[in-house]
């Protein structure tokens, strides 16, 4: 959204629904949202930031947070600017994906300038921005001093990322992988919560993007994906998953 009674009374009714939080996201980079104005092309306009957040915290008693990029571009760089508009307007905490709208998803992470906005406001900020394994966790959050940081991307087919890092963080070495039986189990889980939350056409669709960031890493997975993504009906996507992963030796290629 960009128009501020707009997102305030959206905020409102979200939480008349039970929102505990209300989260704007600040730092979508795709072309249909910057569009409209919205998402990280509201980076451009500070005053309209400051409007936003203000309408948005006045209008609801539960915590409200924020997500930026470090700017629209290279030359418009104003994630500094941006927290202290946040952090005065009563942002309880900002996540920074450390890239600009630009940038996109590619490109060094800009850890330094995480760093300096860490530094120059009091709210809780987390990092975003390739924290891909347990060990990179690490290494941000002491190189950035950010309070959290945020995992994006690389949960995506690995579920098991947020206890790894936990676990690192909390006793400074790496826990187990998870079984076979434990990744057949969560991905067959997964195939239903979707199905069951979109039902049919639109879970059928979705779910094959899901499947493939758990297997399309290894040759065997993505052979079965290009046969699984033909598939259009619930209950054959369930019966070719539970087949495939009953192959111990396919999956546990896949799984390895």
């Known amino acids: 959204g960009y128009d501020p009674n707009m997102m305030a009374t959206a905020a409102q009714y979200n939480v008349a629904l ?20 919205a998402g990280s092309a509201l980076l451009r306009d500070t005053p309209l930031v ?30 500094v600017k941006v927290a202290k508009i946040a952090e005065d307007a009563g942002v309880a905490a900002l996540a920074i994906h450390g890239r600009t709208r630009a940038c996109r998803f ?13 530094a120059k406001v009091q709210i809780p ?21 950010a309070a959290a940081i945020m995992v994006g991307r690389a949960a995506q087919g690995n579920p098991w990322i947020f206890r790894q890092i936990n676990h690192y963080l909390t006793h400074g070495k790496k826990m187990a992988a998870p079984s076979l039986t434990e990744k057949a189990q969560v991905m067959t889980r997964h195939l239903d919560a979707v199905h069951q939350f979109y039902g049919e056409p639109s879970g059928v669709r979705i779910v094959r993007k899901h499947m493939g960031w758990y297997l399309n890493a290894e040759p065997e997975g993505r052979l079965f994906m290009q046969r699984f993504n033909k598939i259009d009906c619930a209950r054959q996507q369930k019966t070719a998953l539970s087949l495939f992963l009953n192959n111990t030796q396919t999956f546990r290629e896949c799984a390895a």
């Open 18 to 37: 039970g929102a505990e939080i209300i989260d704007i996201n600040m730092g979508c980079p795709a072309k249909k949202v910057c569009r409209r104005a």
């Open 50 to 79: 400051q409007d936003i957040l203000t309408a948005v915290v006045n209008a609801v008693a539960v915590p409200v947070t924020l997500k930026i990029r470090t700017g629209w571009d290279t030359n418009h760089r104003n994630a």
């Open 106 to 118: 590619v490109g060094e992470i800009e850890y330094d300038t995480i760093a300096e906005v860490c």
């Open 125 to 145: 900020v987390l990092a975003n921005g390739d924290v891909n394994s347990p060990e990179k966790a690490s290494r941000v959050l002491q190189h950035t001093g």
